[in-house]
């Protein structure tokens, strides 16, 4: 009992705030109850401003308020998002983080409206938090994993893994620092690997500069954790802002850098070389004068490249980048001319073109072919400022090229060497054993160019735009010039070509260049792929047969005249509709109606694919109205599935279901609950079903491109920690004909997704995979059957695909034995799937032993076992082929 006596005399001042506190507490109570009110009438906005006045007056009820505030807080921001408010969105997330900042579902959600808003290394940085909060949260996770792959990019992996490129820098380095280059300039630093190599090699002073946020501060990350953050200077900085001596005190006597893509020049190197020189490096050392001190001369390393290119027959990038076929799906294409991709350096190519495209020539499906010998394009010395400023307005080089292989010209392929030093150097040959790419330039036109030996290849060298530019302008064959491109004749070639110019004057005038058309390279492969198409024929064929027929029953006689609705919502470029259109055609020829039977409707958005449909309608006799564009219908996304009018529905919807990546679309369970709402009696979706494949596989190539291997430091500095909490256990874009990779299975189906029956899927699936070959398991590599229906499907891995493959990638590889069993967990949350692989110790008690070599796949009950990796697999954890 505490003592009367102790207690405190109440003074006039505490009368006073046990008043305020009574006003206090109505207000509070009041406000909540408006608060609860707004929210009930969906009057969000204002619900949002009470629940901050009740927070902020009584921070004591956070724990009772806070879904409710949660739920306003996100509805009221969705609302603002959809009126474009954006500036009072981010206000009202940064009120409520000022309230909970440490509630991980709002850091994630305005992580969402962030990358929306293409602010990616903020969104980063709010999911990184949350998922710090709380490691298992999914939502956090699946968009952690969406960011990783934008904030740093797979070839940091590659190049981190690359011991030979990492020793041939450190010897580079070493010798020019030895021999005097004290002040050291890194630019483009990364992880910061080159800078801390100088810095380890004795030069008194390193800067180091990074453009990307995340990678300055994963540099920060690694420099501090080999202390050295106290001889290494950092900069978030594009190297072209630096100024001397705001940002370092100095010019510098070396520059190092790798800031060079496939194509040597796409990383701008040419620009910062041309501002280094001009602004941060000491002079050059003039190679007339007599040697000066190192300290007082600038260089750079790589000292200069050299750049190689030969010409190439390569079906994959003939079907990625021309239009190879003349009818598709039961229509005819010439309609509207040329399409090519949006890859090009033609003359008259624009700015939605990119000159090149970069692959790895090894590894695409089907090979490649060369129809000449390599042949040197330029040579380039970095260490000439007045070489390097000359580069763009040199004279365009011309070559011209024998053919030494028959074959169809394709692409010129392009790589480099890297001369590092007068010793060491790298190469990004086709043929090397490197992680690098090669620069294609595919080469357009209408038809496929024969080419065969003894024809020549007259190639264009320029550099435009400090991009260096390969065009394969013409061919001479049999005493005949034929042009590639716009190029209008004349005099301009060398001697060796006045006869063919000559000639080409002879020629029938090629027209001037017709509009063409862009579609991006996997619609072109879609476009090209005559199964694909041939498939959705007959699948669509034989359900409007089937549903026709119906109709045409007694008791709807009078309603013949009703169309079938089509709906087709594929993402980007489709000729689904156009062909359901047709369809209709010829299912209705005979008929009075004749016109009327397919009602399409497609949700191509974009101006040119509508204008190209429209032309192929025209051109295939297909009706104006059969075809119609959905989105000029309705005015937001959520409403693509409405009907085409009150009381309709659609006899079929066509849902894309799977991304070019290799992932299943996000959402795609979703929709299709949406769809099948929309169906009429009979109606279907394609497709109905979808089987996911997959088989355990050895791959070295996925665990490089993925993190950082081995336990031992790169060049001696701890960089795997730092980057590989960037690793993403899902690589997509994956060419899985031509992986290298052991099997260590046979495939087996994984899974099932029925879109029409929904009480068909499971949730989770446990399944045996039989080891048939000893090894490490460390990647499964999945893909899908499309079935249409019943009858008719695609698969994602078949040679004329326009999709890719994915894998899920394991980081702690399992090693197994032949017989051994696996133990697969399959399971779907929304539309993501997740796999996990234990390895069994026992054989499984379910096996029949004399059947076992039968049997690849056998599904088990779930049990507990000890989950060695476990990912999500959608179109949000991304590892892209580099
Ligand atoms: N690709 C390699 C690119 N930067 C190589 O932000 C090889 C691609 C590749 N920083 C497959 C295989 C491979 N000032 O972090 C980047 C970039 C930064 C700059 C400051 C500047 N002027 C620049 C310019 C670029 O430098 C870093 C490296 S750039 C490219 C490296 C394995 N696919």
């Not at 010897?171 to 020019?176: G, R, V």
């Not at 564009?629 to 309705?634: A, D, G």
């Not at 409403?639 to 991304?659: G, H």
Request: charge should be negative.
């Amino acid at each position: 009992m505490p003592n009367a006596t102790t207690r405190p005399k109440r003074s006039r001042r505490s009368r006073r705030t046990s008043r305020e506190d009574s006003a206090r507490n109505e207000l509070v109570s009041r406000s909540l109850e408006s608060a609860q009110q707004c929210l009930y009438n969906q009057d969000y906005g204002t619900a949002f401003v009470h629940y901050l006045l009740v927070l902020n007056v009584e921070p004591l009820l956070k724990d009772f308020v806070k879904e409710s505030f949660r739920f306003t807080l996100f509805k009221w921001t969705e609302e603002l998002d959809s009126l474009g408010r954006i500036q009072d969105l981010f206000d009202c997330y940064e009120q409520a983080l000022e309230l909970f900042p440490v509630d991980e579902v709002i850091l994630n959600s305005m992580g969402e409206h962030l990358f929306r808003m293409g602010f990616r290394d903020e969104a980063a940085g709010h999911f990184h938090k949350a998922l710090k909060l709380r490691p298992d949260f999914p939502e956090a996770k699946e968009n952690f994993y969406r960011v990783a792959n934008w904030l740093v990019e797979r070839w940091h992996f590659l190049m981190l893994n690359d011991r030979g490129r990492n020793h041939k820098y450190q010897l580079a380095i070493q010798k020019a620092v030895r021999g005097g280059c004290s002040t050291v300039l890194d630019i483009g630093t990364g992880t910061g690997i080159l800078g801390m190599c100088a810095k380890k090699a004795g030069a008194a002073e390193v800067y180091a500069c990074e453009l990307s946020k995340t990678m300055y501060e994963l540099a920060c990350e690694v420099v501090t954790a080999s202390k050295m953050e106290g001889s290494i200077k950092l900069l978030h900085m594009k190297s072209l802002e630096m100024e001397i001596p705001k940002d370092i005190p100095k010019r510098v006597s070396l520059v190092v850098t790798e800031t060079v893509d496939a194509g040597l020049f796409g990383e701008g190197i040419i620009e910062t070389l041309i501002h280094a020189w001009n602004h941060l490096l000491l002079p050059p050392q003039n190679s007339q004068d007599s040697p000066v001190n190192p300290s007082e001369t600038g260089r750079v390393i790589p000292a200069g490249a050299t750049v190689f290119g030969m010409a190439v027959e390569c079906q994959e990038i003939r079907r990625h980048h021309r239009l190879c076929v003349s009818t598709v799906g039961g229509l005819a294409l010439d309609a509207v001319g040329e399409i090519h991709s949006p890859v090009s350096c033609s003359a008259d190519a624009d700015d939605s073109t990119e000159p090149y495209t970069t692959e790895r020539l090894s590894r695409l499906p089907g090979g490649y072919m060369p129809l000449t010998s390599p042949f040197r394009a330029l040579d380039i010395d970095f260490n000439d400022p007045q070489e390097l400023e000359g580069l763009c307005s040199r004279e365009v080089s011309r070559l011209s090229l024998m053919v030494t292989q028959e074959g169809i010209l394709d692409a010129l392929a392009v790589w480099f060497q890297l001369h590092l030093d007068e010793e060491n150097s790298l190469s990004t040959a086709p043929h090397e054993k490197t992680c690098w790419e090669q620069a294609i330039y595919p080469v357009q036109g209408p038809q496929d160019c024969a080419v065969k030996p003894g024809d020549r290849l007259l190639v264009e060298v320029s550099c435009k735009d400090a991009y260096l530019r390969l065009c394969c302008v013409a061919v001479v064959k049999d005493g005949c010039v034929l042009r590639l491109d716009s190029w209008e004749g004349g005099d301009i070639w060398g001697p060796e070509v006045e006869l063919c110019s000559a000639l080409a004057g002879l020629q029938t005038d090629r027209e001037g260049p017709t509009e063409a058309f862009i579609l991006e390279c996997p619609e072109l492969a879609l476009l090209n792929n005559t199964h694909y198409h041939q498939n959705f024929q007959a699948a669509m064929g034989k359900l409007l047969t089937r549903l026709q027929e119906a109709r045409s029953g007694p008791q709807v006689i009078e309603q013949g005249s009703e169309p079938l609705y089509v709906l087709d919502v594929s993402e980007g470029f489709s000729l689904i509709s156009l062909m359901a259109a047709q369809l209709g055609l010829s299912l209705a020829a005979g008929s009075e109606s004749a016109s009327a039977l397919v009602r399409a409707y497609s949700s191509v958005e974009k101006e040119q694919h509508q204008t190209i449909l429209r032309l192929l309608a025209q051109g295939n006799r297909v009706p104006v109205e059969a075809l119609e564009f959905w989105l000029n219908h309705v005015e937001d996304d959520s409403a693509v599935f409405q009907r085409p009018a009150t009381e309709k529905l659609w006899s079929a919807i066509v849902l894309d279901c799977v991304e070019t990546c290799g992932l299943i679309r996000q959402k795609l369970m979703e929709k299709a609950t949406l769809a099948r709402c929309l169906l009429e009696d009979g109606g279907r979706i394609f497709p109905e079903r979808i089987v996911i494949y997959g088989m355990l596989v050895e791959s070295d190539m996925l665990l490089q491109e993925s993190a950082v291997q081995g336990r031992e430091p790169t060049l001696g500095f701890n960089i795997a920690p730092f980057i590989n909490q960037f690793t993403v256990p899902i690589h997509v874009f994956l060419d899985l004909s031509t992986l290298e990779c052991t099997r260590l299975s046979e495939p087996a189906e994984l899974f099932n997704l029925d879109l029409m029956n929904t009480h068909n899927n499971y949730p989770s699936r446990d399944l045996m995979m039989q080891v048939t070959s000893s090894g490490r398991l460390t990647a499964i590599p999945f893909w899908y059957q499309i079935h249409l229906d019943d009858k008719w499907s695609v698969s994602t891995f078949s040679q004329d695909s326009h999709w890719k493959q994915a894998a899920v990638v394991l980081q702690d590889p399992l090693c197994v034995t032949v017989g051994d069993w696996v133990r697969l967990t399959v399971q779907l949350h929304k539309s993501s799937l997740s796999i996990t692989a234990t390895r069994e110790e026992d054989r499984p008690v379910a096996m029949d032993a004399s059947r076992s070599e039968d049997i690849v796949a056998m599904d088990t009950a779930k049990e507990e076992g000890a989950v060695m990796d476990a990912v999500e697999v959608d179109s949000s954890s991304v590892t892209e082929s580099p």
